[in-house]
T-cell receptor, first 113, second 111 residues
């Protein structure tokens, strides 16, 4: 079945610098890749997503890139701010009857002021 | 305006008891989900319903039984609770292929 690996598990960056989180997936049929942000004690929030027919997508300070050949996708956060501190999850869709998501293990991002 | 709500927020109970968690969404979405987040923060799908029909039923013990009385509600009943059931349970809804909005979570602690 689908396996999603996410790296790094923890990431610490200085405020204002960029952060990059990478995920790889195993199922070449996966066609939808969302990213979620979960602040401490809160619910996961969908922050950006990308479909397999697109190579890059941006939304203000966040962007996601997808390399279908290599089966990896990345989240890029520029000009980081303290409120970006959270756990970030990548996910990849897999169709087994119905479509479902397989999540990565999460990356705890800390922005140092 | 709460998009996805679930009750209770906290649930502390003893092993062997039966408990229920309720979820409601007011977004008009067709699909609802139950996810389990363990102590290591790993998120795993348990069930998914589309228009009251069960479409995803992961390898979950049959002590867990979801019920969707209508497309705005999805409840989770758990029989004979075990220590390993302790986790945060999230309800979610979507109109597309993946959960768009999560509920606030129910932290279940089994003692």
């Amino acid at each position: 079945g689908e396996n999603v690996e996410q790296h790094p598990s923890t990431l610490s960056v200085q405020e204002g610098d960029s952060a990059v989180i990478k995920c790889t997936y195993s199922d070449s049929a996966s066609n939808y890749f969302p990213w979620y942000k979960q602040e401490l004690g809160k619910r996961p929030q969908l922050i950006i997503d990308i479909r397999s027919n697109v190579g890059e997508k941006k939304d203000q300070r966040i962007a996601v890139t997808l390399n279908k050949t290599a089966k990896h996708f990345s989240l890029h956060i520029t000009e980081t701010q303290p409120e970006d501190s959270a756990v970030y999850f990548c996910a990849a869709s897999v169709t087994q009857g119905a479509q479902k998501l397989v999540f990565g293990q999460g990356t705890r991002l800390t922005i140092n002021p | 305006d709460t998009a996805v709500s679930q009750t209770p927020k906290y649930l502390v109970t003893q092993m062997g008891n039966d408990k229920s968690i309720k979820c409601e969404q007011n977004l008009g979405h067709d699909t609802m989900y139950w996810y389990k987040q363990d102590s290591k923060k790993f998120l795993k799908i348990m069930f998914s319903y589309n228009n009251k029909e069960l479409i995803i039923n992961e390898t979950v013990p049959n002590r867990f039984s979801p019920k969707s009385p209508d497309k705005a509600h999805l409840n989770l009943h758990i029989n004979s609770l075990e220590l390993g059931d302790s986790a945060v349970y999230f309800c979610a809804s979507s109109q597309g292929p993946a959960p768009q909005y999560f509920g606030p979570g129910t932290r279940l602690t089994v003692t």
